[in-house]
């Protein structure tokens, strides 16, 4: 398994020492900076209570739109980056769970593999492989180091462009001001070998802060081989306080993932509750570094910019033995070879202006400049685990995508309206040249605009409770695979199209007191045009609707008995989505599309007592569902419901004990279907361990 590189660590220790090296001058600027952080944390904790984004932050507007706010802290710790739990408040999203680290999250009825049609971001930076031409999320950052998840439904796609499924945004914490240094290190073991660290650093001297961390985690997988997985990542946040009251932030991360792949499972062998590994030399491994450079500054009380310029560097290689079928062993000697790298620069700047009389009205504009250029080599190895071979194919890819969006709410009162207005300008050009077998050199290079609109409208029933409707467009670009022909026999059309999507959404959500909130909507998505095969040509093969209903409610139990918080709080919460999804036209006509289960239910208690004792129970529930479009009786994938219970205790100033049950019950169940086979889910497994806090 890969480790961490020496260099890495270096580069990372020296910024340690550079950091805490700094002279504990100019105290002022520290206590205006921590006057700002402390103002900047309120409101993110009561957007936290609310559960939903307030109407305008920083350089965004939210009114008239369906957003989420995911609290990490107000839970007990999660271990492992276990997305059941961590999503465990939030409908429409479905987890597809697997072996590896890796995350797949469908939405309303989209295919989840690798969250492919929903937009990520990390601080508002996209974390995709390429989010235009190869948008598969394989990197996530720990969700130790995540303040909190932000989710954003219909309506993403004009800030951040092009995914239908929606944006979903991890924002990383911050170093903290009241203390020059900090330190935090936790460790846990568990089922299967299973060993995870986290382990950071911050702090706030003069002008400047700083956040640094150190994850691993490894485990030898519950399968019988090769599910074994090795993680390392590692970061650096600096955040330095100008005299204009603008903020300069640079962060650096590194990371590292190996993981087996044990392939999947025939029907007969997951019911005779097999857990046997059907290919035992397939691996996947990621190696990603990541720079960017933020300045952000709220000029006036009623302006706000900020800019990012990033670069990143992601390898993705894997090596998968060729032949078999589904839930077989291969059936060749050889594998297949695939190196992928994606070099990206970007620069995304938006600027927010309330203006008017009373400055009521607030409009909203960005624009990003992103270039990747991706070139991809395809070998032949000659045994099952070879790690090269002979050549087989060369691609060179390359998009230059620039975007630019304009909203603006107009206020009148409690009633707010919001139109916007989002142009996608963009440059493809992939070139693939087969070697063995030897055949002419496949192209495509298209260049084009996207108008994209949308309305968002919102009346404030109340201070804490309102009345949204929204209608955006969105797109599903032509990705690489889609773009040229991959195979000997293969055609792909002159003429293919992107997807297309308008969501419709029509909601109402309330606080209507300290212990109970509320957000229940009606939805519908249209997707049109959508690309797949017909024998052996890529094609504009169907549309479909996707509608439904999504609510979600949380009621704190003793505030409501008691009257007060001296048992502390027991939040139950319960969130679910009815969902309706069908194609109304092409091959799949009348069936429903992978991962749209009925429903899709959650519900679960978090007791806090003082921030001393946390406990989590949660429950996750699904419909039965299909995980192709055909509806293959192979694909089906059965109802279930699945148990999680966490904990944290305080047991000193500086320790606390943490500990969980994963599958609580011991449920026999899978998530995810791929064409090798059955992936089943791991049964009851359970974790042990302690963070050290100075």
């Not at 690798?114 to 974390?127: H, V």
């Not at 979903?168 to 995870?196: A, C, E, M």
């Not at 092409?586 to 429903?599: H, I, L, V």
């Not at 299909?626 to 694909?635: L, Q, R, V």
Request: proline share 4%.
């Amino acid at each position: 398994m890969k480790r961490l590189s020496s260099a890495r660590l270096v580069a990372v220790i020296s910024a340690v020492g550079m950091s805490l090296s700094i002279s504990a001058a100019a105290q002022d600027a520290l206590k205006t900076l921590d006057a700002m952080v402390v103002t900047a944390e309120s409101e993110s904790d009561e957007t936290n209570q609310q559960g939903w984004l307030p109407d305008v932050a920083g350089a965004a507007i939210f009114a008239g739109k369906k957003t989420a706010v995911i609290d990490l802290d107000a839970q007990a710790r999660i271990v492992g980056n276990n997305y059941r739990q961590a999503l465990s408040q939030t409908p429409g999203l479905l987890l597809a769970e697997e072996s590896s680290p890796l995350v797949s999250l469908g939405y309303r009825g989209l295919n989840p593999h690798r969250a492919q049609f929903t937009q990520m971001l990390r601080d508002g930076i996209p974390i995709h492989a390429d989010q235009f031409g190869y948008p598969e999320a394989y990197y996530t950052p720990p969700l130790d180091t995540v303040d909190r998840i932000e989710f954003l439904h219909g309506g993403a796609a004009l800030q951040h462009g092009p995914q239908p499924g929606g944006a979903l945004n991890y924002i990383t914490h911050r170093p903290r001001t009241d203390k020059p240094f900090s330190l935090r290190t936790q460790h846990v073991v568990g089922s299967d070998d299973l060993y995870s660290t986290f382990s950071s650093t911050d702090g706030t001297v003069g002008k400047l802060g700083y956040y640094l961390y150190f994850n691993h985690r490894e485990s030898e997988g519950f399968r019988s081989a090769n599910s074994d997985y090795d993680l390392n990542n590692g970061a650096i946040k600096l955040l330095y306080s100008l005299d204009n009251g603008g903020k300069i932030i640079l962060n650096a991360d590194t990371y590292e993932e190996n993981h087996g792949e044990p392939g999947g499972l025939s029907v007969a062998d997951f019911n005779s509750g097999s857990l046997k590994a059907t290919r035992l030399h397939d691996e996947l491994s990621l190696d990603r570094d990541s720079v960017s450079l933020t300045y952000e500054i709220e000029p006036t009380p009623d302006s706000f910019f900020t800019a990012s310029a990033w670069w990143t560097d992601y390898t993705r290689f894997s090596k998968r033995q060729q032949g078999g079928g589904f839930g077989t062993l291969p059936t060749k000697t050889t594998n297949q070879i695939e190196d992928q790298n994606f070099e990206t620069l970007g620069l995304d700047a938006r600027y927010r202006l309330n203006w008017g009389s009373q400055a009521q009205h607030t409009l909203s504009t960005g624009i990003q400049i992103y270039h990747v250029d991706s070139p991809r080599t395809d070998e032949v190895g000659s045994s099952p685990s070879a790690s090269s071979g002979r050549l087989a194919r060369v691609s060179d890819r390359e998009v230059l995508y620039l975007p630019v969006f304009v909203e603006n709410r107009f206020a009148f009162g409690k009633f707010s309206i919001t139109p916007g207005l989002r142009v996608e300008t963009f440059s493809q050009d992939v070139n693939t040249r087969f070697i063995d077998p030897a055949l002419a050199t496949r192209t495509r290079d298209e260049d084009g605009s996207i108008l994209l609109g949308g309305l968002g409208m919102e009346y404030e029933d109340t201070e804490n409770s309102a009345f949204y409707a929204n209608v955006s467009q969105g797109y599903r670009p032509v990705i690489f695979s889609e773009a040229v022909p991959t195979g000997g026999g293969q055609v792909v059309p002159d003429d293919l199209e992107e997807g297309k999507s308008i969501e419709y959404e029509l909601g109402y959500r309330t606080r209507a007191n300290e212990w109970l909130t509320l957000d229940a909507s009606a939805f519908l998505l249209s997707f049109k045009d959508q690309i797949g095969t017909l024998g052996n040509t890529t094609a504009n093969v169907g549309d479909s609707i996707h509608k439904g209903i999504d609510l979600s409610a949380s009621t704190d139990l003793l505030r409501d008995i008691a009257g007060t918080e001296q048992y502390g709080s027991l939040d139950w919460y319960v969130n679910g989505t009815l969902l309706d999804a069908e194609f109304t036209s092409g091959p799949s006509d009348g069936k429903t599309p992978q991962y749209a289960p009925d429903f899709i239910l959650r519900t679960g208690l978090n007791y806090n007592y003082q921030d001393k004792l946390k406990i989590t129970l949660g429950g996750t529930f699904l419909d039965d569902h299909f995980a192709n479009d055909s509806n293959d009786a192979p694909y089906a994938v059965p109802a279930y419901m699945v148990w999680d219970l966490t904990a944290e205790y305080k047991i000193h100033d500086n320790v606390r004990l943490i500990g969980g049950i994963n599958n609580l019950f011991d449920e026999s169940y899978f998530a995810r279907v791929r064409n090798d086979g059955i992936d089943p889910a791991n049964g009851r497994n359970c974790y042990i361990g302690a963070s050290f806090e100075f």
